[in-house]
């Protein structure tokens, strides 16, 4: 199917304006509107990457800079250490409040699209931290978390002032987990503390551990790319849209 992509500016509710790209299939979409949540490295490539695939498939999608209080509209790192370390500054000074402002005004903005019934929130590493936390506080029908990390610890101001995983009562939606069992940000541990969480709770949930899997294990052309896992974690995605 053929795209339409453009950035725009989503006005927030404490005033500041969010910049998103947006990828839109020619076309009517599907009801299901999506959020994509960017990982350590902002909006990068990969991450443009991931909301075409999803416009191609038939949704309206956003992939919303949610460091966008603290640096210039467009920027995104490299995959370095250089980059890597610019991009926890800015994880660091993202709020729980902000993160959750940003991404309930990009909802706001996709539900109000003609055709739209139903809203996603699909996220990567410290994006997936935060799709777990719109979909606890948030009204997301269906939540896709690819490795989010620090979910039961209180490591980032995200999962602050109790951790995130402590509001897994409140998710009202389906969830996804999917993740490498040799990744060391979400050891055995970690998973397992996830995994009780949601069944405690009685959420309508998968957790996917991918054996011999490590972190970020999404992206081509990185040290830990896995093609199985990645074709095995798309497929998934695009049926708990489908649903």
């Known amino acids: ?16 304006f969010l910049p998103a790209y947006l990828a839109r299939p020619v076309g009517r979409a599907a009801p299901v509107a999506v959020v994509v949540a ?14 075409d695939g999803l416009a191609a498939a038939g949704y309206l999608v956003l992939a919303p800079e949610f460091y966008h209080r603290n640096t210039e509209a467009g920027r995104w790192f490299e995959r370095t250490d250089a980059g890597r370390e610019e991009g926890f500054a800015l994880l660091h000074q993202l709020g729980r409040e902000e993160a959750l402002s940003d991404v309930d005004a990009c909802l706001g903005r996709l539900g ?34 690819l490795y989010g990390g620090w979910l039961p610890t209180a490591d980032i101001p995200m ?6 995983l402590d509001l897994t009562p409140e998710i009202r939606g389906r969830i996804v987990y999917l993740v490498g069992e040799d990744d060391p940000l979400i050891d055995a541990g970690h998973r397992g503390q996830i ?31 896995n093609q199985w896992a990645r074709d095995d974690a798309w497929n998934r995605i695009l049926s708990l849209l489908a649903e």
């Open 159 to 164: 999962s602050r002032p109790t951790p995130t």
């Open 195 to 225: 995994r009780s969480a949601l069944e405690k709770a009685g959420v309508e949930h998968e957790l996917v551990t991918y054996p011999g899997v490590e972190h970020a294990f999404f992206w081509p052309g990185t040290p830990a790319f």
């Open 38 to 51: 960017h990982e350590l490295f902002a909006v990068n490539p990969d991450i443009r990457g991931v909301a």
């Open 112 to 145: 109000a699209q003609p055709g739209i019934q139903r809203t996603a929130v699909i996220g990567f590493s410290a994006g997936g931290h935060l799709a777990y936390l719109a979909a606890c506080r948030l009204p997301v029908s269906r939540t896709a978390v």
């Open 1 to 16: 199917m053929t795209i339409t992509p453009e950035t725009i500016t989503v006005p927030v509710a404490d005033g500041t």
